[in-house]
Nanobody, 126 residues
């Protein structure tokens, strides 16, 4: 069992930056693929970015390419999401998720992940 705890959310203005963190329990963190998803009120949870266990493969949603950067520190069992040039449409609850398989063709789907955090709210005002 893996427990994921997100932190770093908050209220910012458009154009500002935030860095989210996701701390994971367990000894096999480096073998897990990790993803960030977000869910705005009244909308489905959507894919933001995924990173493989080794960090060698990364995929971004088109809506965040060039603005968001994912990274991971396997020594600290933590994955980060650096969010720059934030827009009001980035407002959502952000969730991190872990995939035991390390990487799969379902990296962009909620079905591709086995464990989820509780989420952290990001609000971007205009």
């Amino acid at each position: 069992q893996v427990q994921l705890v997100e932190s770093g959310g908050g209220l910012v203005q458009a154009g500002d930056s935030l860095r989210l963190s996701c701390a994971a329990s367990g000894r096999t963190f480096s073998s897990y693929g990790m993803g960030w998803f977000r869910q705005a009120p009244g909308k489905e949870r959507e894919f933001v970015v995924a990173i493989s266990g080794s960090g060698t493969r990364i995929e971004y949603a088109d809506s965040v390419k060039g603005r968001f950067t994912i990274s991971r520190d396997n020594a600290k069992n933590t994955v980060y999401l650096q969010m720059n040039s934030l827009k009001p449409e980035d407002t959502a609850v952000y969730y991190c998720a872990a995939d035991r398989a390390g990487w799969s063709r379902l990296y962009g789907s909620t079905d591709g992940y086995d464990y989820w955090g509780q989420g952290t709210q990001v609000t971007v005002s205009s």
